[in-house]
């Protein structure tokens, strides 16, 4: 994926930074990347079903497009459930899928789909009918994690279930980023909750009729392997619960990495020997993911962005937080105070996980 100039608007130069910048251009590319690979790869019975999540990043414009993609909504929260239905989305196209126990909704409609991270979660929804289904979540077993129902607990799950009405219908999902997969594959990741799934139909006579494999994928990562894994896991879906009907996945990561940029300026330039240390107006508190992957970065040179190489130089945020640099850079020599610079890919968690500091302000 390249940047190109149209991607940025021309009067970049001129506007107060730090600044936040919509690349309207790469979420449509995104969008549409995604839709065509949900549409090719459903087959009867089984509909794939793309969700957005709102964790990821809410901006109205990112949501909107989501929307007349036809995605579910998926939410942790009760503000964003709130958020949706006012952006447009149904109860019948929400889902709720956060370890916070969801009390209440905004309207007396159920959602669709409601995913417990515990036991005591699936019997309260069950009890309070806030969806049309009540799932799990179940933690796979090759993870330490806090979240979903891990495989010692098992037993009181379908104790729990077959307490339930002998008529009720059963979701199942999973979310694990790949960072934690200890050595494992998606595919190893995704066959061992389906195993369990399938366990639990068996034992307890309730249909699985949906099931939800999450997200984290990067957009690298979902460029690569998407297709192929997702094929596979319809295949294996079809094969093992006939009463599956939906197959839910979330490329909140994927799709929305590439449709932000970061605008600053150079505040300070800092030369001893062959190291640069460049200061910047913007700072760790409005770029949160700067440590987490590479953000590829640029600096205006002669009409035009340059990207910024491997190198010696660093880069110094506005804050007093000692993990406000960036290692590994190579600025141009004649990098001065005033120029512009930049950052891509800051479209998910940076934009979600951005915070107030050091501005004064209050909320």
Known sequence: MTLAIEDVPASAGEESTPRRIFLPRHARERFDCVSRLRDALSRPPVELVA????KTNPRAELVTLAREAGFFAETISYDEVAWAYRTGFTPARTIYNGPQPLCETPTDEPLDFIFADSIEAFVRNRERAVAR???????PSMLASRFGVPVDDEPELRAAVEAGPQHESLAISFHARREDYNGASWRDVAGDVLRRACALERATGRRVVAFDVGGGWTPEQFDAGFEADMGWMVE????????????????????????????????????????????????????????????RMFVWRAERWEPVGHGPDRCGGRTCLEYDLLEGLQFPADVAVGDRILVVDAGSYDHSMAFEFARGTVR
């Open 51 to 54: 969700s957005f999540s709102f």
């Open 133 to 139: 289904i009540a799932g799990i979540r179940l933690r």
């Open 236 to 295: 294996r879906i079809i094969a093992s619960l006939p009463a599956c009907a939906q197959l839910f996945f979330e490329p909140g990561q994927a799709v929305c990495t590439p449709t932000e940029a970061l605008l600053t300026e150079v505040t300070e330039v800092r030369r001893r020997g062959a190291r640069q240390e460049v200061i910047v107006d913007l700072g760790y508190s409005d770029w949160p993911q700067m440590h987490e992957y590479r953000h």
